[in-house]
């Protein structure tokens, strides 16, 4: 590849990063000559880009209300962190562990899920520990997923699975969820999957489908005869269903979060996957894990070996005692598992509220943290932002980058989680982010509402 | 069914090291198999960790993917004036999930369908399975002790400047080296260095430079950095672990240094793959650099304490294994030490290890009659050199003297069985 096109590739590459680098140097014939034999494997090719490294600088700025990026700004339970500092004065914790997973952890994650699933859970064979939800989504793609196959998606998705089933040199087939007509769009429940569009997707090729329920960004859970619907194409085209459930615990008053692998045939051809960090609101430990049977775990475990060995052990052994702690709560009201859903759902109503009172039409959240919400009804003159960004940048880009600029409101547009064909039906929403403490939501809505009069008294 | 994962699914050193850590507990053996210190990583370092924790909100959220920048940050001060280059802390500089993560990155940003990567022979093990991963070619070089004088010292294994050029096609597109070497130790003198640098430029190669254990050098051996030298900045993958620089491996915090248009590839997988680290494990690193930034060079140092006290334990277990006609191959670097055992007759009685390397015998067999664990060498081996390197184990001496006490009492009792008969 030439250095030229090189150069170019890195004028693409998101804000602050290596595009500056390239602009910078200069360099001389034979070096431009030997780099150019420098280039890169062809399995990241296209794959740079990346909305969170994007946003994310933007929204650093401290006077920005920073809504956007999904971490909490709530501090975590005191005993998680008392048990990770505990861990630390203990010699043995602060060497290598088992490489599959510490094991007080995988044995405690065999309690929950064993208690969860109804079944006997391996803690050896059954369960993998990983670097966050994203380091189980790497292995089982890396694990399962081969050149050639395709794996649906459902969109919106968390943006991360279209890049991971490229590497793995696979092809993303995509399915939106869409709006049942007539409604203008109330809550998360409002989305549905048509039946026959998702059987149409499935073909000789097709090694899984990628499901994330609590859905990120909308909030959506799956019911049990949606997920029944998945698992009868899964065992009639013998697919591999790989079920993002990292916000299984956060599930609003109502609703149920049913396990796709609990369905009948579908523990055998099922990974799930689940998250210390956004169970515990500790999305800073990167700590993960995946459940499902042996035959389709070690081949993660294989990935695991190859690609980091090991996870850390203070960070593991912590986790293993936050669940142990919880596991005796769980019905009472201090379990974590379900208190913190509680806390979340005052904040939820919170954020819907104030988002209203601004004109905006937010989309109430079955489950997880995050919650669309359509800015269209403002029209909002965005052409005082000069940008040098293509013209044809989606709406909600140009949006966010407004707000974050003018509003000093950081949010995540919503056409990050879809695929160019989807742009035009989710171009109006942005994604609010309200895992947020009290102060922060305030500050939010101090905005909010300055907006609505600052929109009046310029108009 | 699952192709690709077949070809690399094959069981890595790791995993039988796992192996021989069941037979090892099971046998109730002392073990200096396994590479890890079993004392604990220096309080300071401990302390930061502790004084993370309790920070914030924030240490306990996502930090920058690349790196938290507290510790890139620290990392580039403190590395620039070692390297002779001004290290871009945001450009320069990747976090990984312990260098295992980083080299990792390494092979899958860099090597594609095709690539021929030399790795030079003991190799660490994981290289060989990371190379086919990436859809690369694994080729080797060895490493082999010098004709003619005695072999004391990992000094008197040398790479042939003739055999690795030989080795270099159209299709190679980087060589490995690590440097102290696990498991023989040798730390690469500056001409050694300079004989790979000049092929790397001569035949434009990448360098992955694994130096985890740049700290541990020993009898005034110096770690150099191959990415100091002339034209190899810009080629280079330097790799270093927070885990063997502070004596806490199970933190897994590692890093890759190396010009930004290479290190940016990296940056993609890891994006795509883990995306971030651990924040506070991060954050207490960073404090222990800075801590060693200030004390750099001092007796307080704890990069002059460390390969101090390991000086000692790496003599004591040495003079332990002389004592039993064992020849030791003295460490210029690192935490292992190898031992020649042809000159120990042993009759196996195991049928069912007979397939195996005389090396992989000779360990089980140390485990189950004596109660003593190690690692056999011709695991650091391609299958078509290890049969030319199965009379020599691995020895772990990062370990505390009641440890090395023990194994003495061990290979005390061994020879007194030995002479009695």
């Known amino acids: 590849m030439s250095f030229a096109l090189q150069c170019l590739r890195c004028s693409w590459l998101t804000r602050g990063s290596a595009a500056i680098t390239c602009r910078r140097r200069s360099f001389s014939t034979s070096q431009r000559l030997m780099m150019s034999r420098h280039t890169h494997a062809k399995r990241i090719q296209g794959l740079d880009k990346n909305v969170w490294v994007a946003f994310t600088s933007l929204a650093a700025d401290p006077s920005v209300v920073n809504l956007g990026q999904g971490f909490p700004d709530i501090p975590p339970p005191s005993y998680v962190k008392e048990a990770l500092a505990k861990a630390v004065s203990v010699d043995r914790m602060n060497q290598y562990t088992r490489g599959f997973g510490h094991p007080p952890l995988v044995k405690a994650l065999s309690q929950v899920y064993g208690h969860v699933y109804g079944r006997p859970i391996d803690p050896f064979k059954e369960v993998l520990v990983t670097v966050g939800g994203y380091g189980s989504l790497f292995s089982t793609m890396q694990g399962l997923v081969e050149e050639g196959d395709e794996v649906i998606i459902i969109e919106p998705f968390f943006d991360c699975y279209v890049p991971m089933v490229r590497m793995a040199g696979a092809k993303p087939v995509f399915i939106p969820l869409r709006l049942k007509s007539g409604k203008k769009s109330i809550t998360s429940a409002d989305w549905y999957l048509d039946p026959d569009e998702l059987s149409s997707k499935f073909t000789s090729k097709t090694k899984a489908i990628i499901i994330n329920t609590p859905n990120n960004p909308i909030g959506k859970i799956l019911t049990r005869d949606e997920l029944q619907m998945i698992a009868d194409l899964c065992i009639k085209h013998d697919t591999l269903c790989f079920s993002d459930e990292v916000y299984e615990w956060l599930i609003y008053r109502g609703q149920q979060h049913v396990k796709i692998a609990t369905l009948p045939g579908m523990w055998e051809r099922t990974i799930t996957i689940g998250s210390a960090g956004k169970t515990f609101s500790v999305t800073g430990w990167k700590l993960g894990w995946s459940i499902g049977p042996q035959h389709l775990i070690r081949h993660l475990q294989t990935v695991m070996q190859n690609t980091l060995y090991t996870c850390p052990t203070p960070l593991q052994e912590a986790v293993a005692q936050g669940l142990m702690l919880n596991m005796e709560l769980i019905g009472q009201p201090e379990c974590y598992f379900t208190s913190l859903a509680e806390e979340l759902e005052g904040k939820r109503d919170r954020m819907a509220a104030i988002v209203q009172e601004a004109g905006m039409t937010p989309v109430i959240p079955e489950g997880g943290y995050f919650m669309l919400v359509d800015v269209s009804a403002l029209n909002q003159d965005l052409s005082d932002m000069k940008t040098d960004d293509d013209d044809d940048e989606a709406y909600d880009y140009k949006f966010v980058k407004w707000m974050i600029k003018k509003k000093k409101l950081a949010a995540i547009p919503v056409t990050a989680f879809v695929s160019d064909q989807s742009t035009k039906d989710f171009e109006k929403y942005i994604r609010l982010c309200f895992i947020k403490q009290d102060s922060t939501l305030d500050a939010a809505g101090a905005i909010l509402k300055n907006w609505c009069q600052t929109n009046t008294t310029s108009n | ?421």
Not at chain 2, 379 to 397: G, T, V
């Open chain 2, 1 to 421: 069914f699952f192709r690709k994962v077949k070809v690399y699914g094959q069981p890595n050193l790791f995993a039988k090291s796992v192996e021989f850590t069941q037979l090892a507990a099971e046998y109730k053996a002392v073990n200096l198999g396994q590479g890890f210190p079993d004392f604990s990583p220096p309080q300071f370092i401990t302390e930061a960790f502790c004084k993370a924790v309790s920070g914030g909100p924030p240490m306990h959220q996502y930090t920058r993917a690349f790196g938290h920048p507290a510790l890139v940050q620290s990392l580039a001060k403190f590395f620039s004036r070692i390297v002779g280059h001004d290290i871009d802390p945001f450009e320069d500089i990747l976090v990984t999930v312990g260098a295992y993560q980083a080299l990792f990155c390494a092979f899958q940003a860099l090597i594609d369908e095709g690539d021929e990567v030399i790795i030079v022979e003991p190799f660490f093990d994981c290289y060989q399975p990371m190379v086919v991963m990436a859809g690369g070619k694994a080729v080797y070089v060895p490493l082999r002790p010098k004709e003619g004088t005695a072999v004391l010292s990992s000094g008197d294994w040398v790479l042939s400047a003739e055999e690795l050029a030989s080795k270099i096609t159209p299709h190679t597109k980087a060589i490995v080296i690590n440097t102290p070497n696990n498991p023989l130790g040798k730390v690469y003198k500056r001409e050694e260095l300079q004989m790979i640098a000049d092929l790397c430029i001569k035949h434009d190669l990448l360098c992955f430079s694994d130096e985890v254990y740049e700290w541990l050098t020993y009898d005034g051996a110096k770690h150099v950095k191959i990415a100091s030298l002339p034209g190899m900045w810009e080629r280079t993958v330097t790799i270093g672990s927070g885990g063997k620089t502070f004596s806490a491996t199970g933190w897994k915090v590692g890093w890759a240094m190396g010009s930004g248009h290479i290190l940016k590839y990296m940056k993609t997988i890891h994006q795509n793959s883990i995306y971030h680290c651990a924040t506070a494990a991060q954050e207490a690193v960073a404090q222990g650099f800075e801590r060693e930034h200030e004390l750099f060079g001092t007796p307080q140092s704890y990069f002059q304490q460390l390969p101090a006290m390991l000086h000692h334990r790496r003599e004591k277990l040495a003079s332990s294994l002389k004592g039993v006609g064992l020849q030791p191959i003295m460490p210029e670097g690192g935490y292992f030490m190898i031992t020649d055992i042809s000159s120990i007759a042993v009759d196996f009685k195991d049928s069912d290890t007979k397939d195996e390397n005389y090396d992989f015998r000779f360990v089980k067999w140390l485990i189950k009659e004596k109660g003593l664990a190690t690692i056999p060498v011709s695991a650091f081996y391609s299958p078509e050199h290890s049969k030319e390197f199965d009379k020599y184990i691995r020895f772990c001496f990062v370990k505390e003297n009641s440890t090395l006490d023990a194994a003495e009492e061990i290979l005390k009792k061994w020879s007194q069985n030995e002479s009695s008969h």
